[in-house]
Structures are given as structure tokens and as C-alpha cells.
């Protein structure tokens, strides 16, 4: 159980473009979905976390007019990277919580994450 | 605030030898979960246990262990025996209870070499 996919698990844009990042959480309902961002050999970084239904909240530093999040339904969060610049190049990790619905709000389901290239 | 230290940014090791990776946590809370990840060279993040802070116990699952001493605020890691495929980073984590946001560490990449 609490399986979390991410889709596309690749892809390739062109500068200027914008990507959409699909996370599901496939057997289980995630009221809170969290939104990584990964750089080559460092940490994970928390960009954002959602509640459905609600908007996005927004770590320090991370534009929100830039990455998009919509939490429409308990399964899904999606991430759109608007316009699209080769700094924006980078593994991008999703992960699902249950919340206290699901028996305990500490944790989290990581999805496979999304490797984005910006050219 | 919430702050993990992996101070060890990369391990090298020999097939079967022992290795601890270290992780040192700060926390204001007196209630918070400690975690250890695993991140093979595919991206994806494999959980590897969740430890609560009011149980200090020892554990031990097959070539893996952990030792938690809240006195020195520490979560460290060991494998024992380790292989080829442990090469890998990871990562340790600690979210305050009640809330699901972790913070994790920088990592230690911990390269198996045959």
C-alpha cells in the first residue's frame, strides 16, 4: 500500500515552455501533498505544501507565480513550471500524506520523482 | 527550528565492511519522528525506518541497525556486512509530531566497492 506515482517520470522542454508534473497518490487519500525540488548531489528541498482544496503554501524563496500547484482532489497534485528556464533544470520529488484521516499525520509517501531538463 | 546534520558527505567502503552513517537532529519540540531514506543512483526514495522520540530502543532489521541517544541528539545508522547494492545516499530526517514537513539532511553517499 500507499503507492505515490509521478508522471512524466522525464522530460525535455524548450526555454520558455511550461511543463505540467502529475503526483497521484494511487491507494490512498492525501489531504497534504509536498512538492520537492532536488539539485544534483544535494539535498532535498521543500518548495511547497498543499491541502486539498486549499492553495499552495510556499517556502521562502520559491515563486509562486512560477510553480503552479493545484491540489484538486485528494489523489492528485499537479506541478507546472511556467516558463520554463534552464535553471529551472531539476529532479522534482512529490509526496502524499494521509493526514489523521489516515491514522497519522507524520507520514509521508514519496512518489519516484520527475527529472526535467530545460534546453 | 528544526535542523539535521549528515556531516559525512561521502563514505567509501569495501564489500563487507562495517559502516555508521552519522545524523545529529536539533528540535525544540520534546515529541518528533526521526527518518532514515534511501536514495539509490534511480531517483527514488526508499523509507527505511521512522522512529518515535519516546522510544529510545535500539533497532535492528536483517544487515541494518540504528541507535538513537536523544542525550546527543543522534540517529545514527549502521550497516553491517555492507554489499554492492547499499551504495546509495542517504538521508536522515525529522519532522516535529503533529505536522508532516520534514526536514532532512544534506545526505552521505556511501559508495560499495567490490
Known amino acids: 500500500g500507499a503507492v505515490v506515482s509521478q508522471h512524466p517520470s522525464r522530460v525535455i522542454c524548450k526555454s520558455g515552455t511550461s511543463v505540467k508534473i502529475e503526483c497521484r497518490s494511487l491507494d490512498f487519500q492525501a489531504t497534504t501533498m509536498f512538492w520537492y525540488r532536488q539539485f544534483p548531489k544535494q539535498s532535498l528541498m521543500l518548495m511547497a505544501t498543499?491541502?486539498?482544496?486549499?492553495?499552495?503554501?510556499?517556502e521562502q524563496g520559491v515563486e509562486k507565480d512560477k510553480f503552479l500547484i493545484n491540489h484538486a482532489s485528494l489523489t492528485l497534485s499537479t506541478l507546472t513550471v511556467t516558463s520554463a528556464h534552464p535553471e529551472d533544470s531539476s529532479f522534482y520529488i512529490c509526496?502524499?500524506?494521509?493526514?489523521?484521516?489516515?491514522?497519522?499525520?507524520?507520514?509521508?509517501?514519496f512518489g519516484p520523482g520527475t527529472r526535467l531538463t530545460v534546453t | 527550528a528544526q535542523k539535521v546534520t549528515q556531516a559525512q558527505t561521502e563514505i567509501s567502503v569495501v564489500e563487507k565492511e562495517d559502516v555508521t552513517l552519522d545524523c545529529v537532529y536539533e528540535?525544540?519540540?520534546?515529541?518528533?519522528?526521526l527518518f532514515w531514506y534511501k536514495q539509490p543512483p534511480s531517483g527514488e526514495l526508499v523509507f527505511l525506518i521512522r522512529r518515535n522520540s519516546f522510544d529510545e530502543q535500539n533497532e535492528i532489521s536483517g544487515r541494518y541497525s540504528w541507535n538513537f541517544q536523544k542525550s546527543t541528539s543522534s540517529f545514527n545508522f549502521t550497516i553491517t556486512a555492507s554489499q554492492v547494492v547499499d551504495s546509495a545516499v542517504y538521508f536522515c530526517a525529522l519532522t516535529p509530531s503533529g505536522y508532516s514537513t520534514l526536514t532532512f539532511g544534506k545526505g552521505t553517499m556511501l559508495l560499495v566497492s567490490p
Open positions: 528540535t525544540r519540540d520534546t515529541t518528533y519522528y
Open positions: 498543499s491541502n486539498e482544496g486549499s492553495k499552495a503554501t510556499y
Open positions: 509526496s502524499a500524506s494521509p493526514g489523521l484521516a489516515g491514522g497519522s499525520s507524520y507520514e509521508q509517501y
